[in-house]
């Protein structure tokens, strides 16, 4: 009885820190792309860990150690294998956060992801957009896997459909 009651009290001493973890809004796929401004499939060709862009995320917090310790900047090398939707010479550079509350994506060399990108942007930061796990919805380390592939065909009806 008493170790049922201690698993009880170490699942509700969890709870509150998975309550403040990132969360990713509940959309269709359909509302997500209609909501998107650029949609890409992409596969990683190398991943930099680049504290540099720390100082220019976080230069407000520039001087706090334990922050700069908890969140790594990743900078995602990556080729277009194929667009679904927007300005194809939108090319932004890829950021991934690595730590914990920040929606890393995990970008990883040799992975293929899809890449939903609700804006163009922060103007703060031109060139660059931040990856996480929202925006980074199907990912695989396969291309032509049959469930990754359902996922890029439902890109591709919903681009045909608008042409």
């Known amino acids: ?22 969360s990713c809004p509940n959309k269709p796929v359909e509302l997500r792309y209609e909501e998107a401004y650029r949609i890409f499939l992409i596969h990683v060709t190398r991943v930099t860990l680049d504290d540099s862009l720390h100082d220019l995320f976080f230069s407000d917090r520039a001087d706090d150690d334990e922050f700069r310790e908890s969140i ?17 010479s939108f090319k932004p550079k890829l950021i991934d ?7 890393f ?3 990883y060399p040799g992975q293929y992801y899809l ?4 804006n163009h942007g922060d103007d703060r930061f031109p060139g660059y957009h931040v990856a996480n796990i929202c ?9 032509n896997v049959d469930s990754f ?15």
């Open 1 to 22: 009885m008493l170790s049922r009651v201690l698993v009880l009290v170490a699942i509700l001493a969890i709870k509150p820190a998975s309550a403040q973890a990132y």
């Open 115 to 118: 890449v939903m990108l609700e």
């Open 72 to 88: 790594k900047p990743v900078l995602a090398d990556y080729e277009i294998l194929e667009d679904f939707k927007g300005d194809v």
């Open 105 to 107: 994506a995990g970008l």
């Open 135 to 143: 925006n980074t919805p199907f990912r695989h380390h396969r291309l």
């Open 97 to 103: 956060f690595f730590g914990i509350g920040t929606g």
């Open 149 to 163: 592939q359902e996922q890029l065909n439902a890109m591709r009806a919903l681009r045909d459909k608008e042409h």
